[in-house]
């Protein structure tokens, strides 16, 4: 099946709830099945890079300009959640398993800016 982003930001609009539940990775995940991709499971959000590559997404080069449908893999911080966060970009906005104001789902993260890469599907 080929990729439907639309579908994807569509299921992320209609499914995140209006705050955080810490399940980023499962609602991104769902929402790129829903856009018709098969992706490997994995525990942690900040694990999903490999899983993303071998699902078909490339990563995008820093400065690039987003298009709905990319998908940002964050790395924890010290002293915040060592899960790190996955999210969505749905065109003008980041939505994970809440929409969040920036890439960045919440101050900690905002505050210590750590790294990232964004992956786009190339199909």
């Keep these: 099946m080929s990729?439907?982003?639309d579908a994807?930001?569509?299921y992320l609009r209609s499914?995140?709830?209006?705050h955080s539940h810490n399940e980023c990775a499962k609602f991104t995940r769902r929402a790129i099945i829903a856009g018709g991709i098969t992706l490997e499971r994995t525990h942690?959000?900040?694990d999903y890079g490999p899983k993303l590559l071998?699902?078909?997404f490339k990563e995008v080069p820093p400065g690039s300009t987003l298009l709905s449908g990319d998908v940002a893999v964050i790395q924890p911080y010290p002293g915040g959640?060592?899960?790190g966060h996955m999210t969505m970009f749905e065109g003008t906005r980041w939505i994970s398993d809440f929409t969040q104001l920036s890439?960045?789902?919440g101050p900690g993260y905002r505050r210590a800016q750590p790294t990232y890469k964004i992956y786009r599907m190339s199909r």
């Excluded at 499914?15 to 209006?18: D, F, R, S, V």
């Design 54 to 56: 071998r699902a078909g």
């Design 44 to 46: 942690d959000a900040k």
């Design 15 to 18: 499914h995140a709830p209006g």
């Design 103 to 105: 890439m960045y789902p």
């Design 8 to 10: 994807a930001v569509s």
């Design 81 to 83: 959640n060592s899960s």
């Design 3 to 5: 990729w439907n982003k």
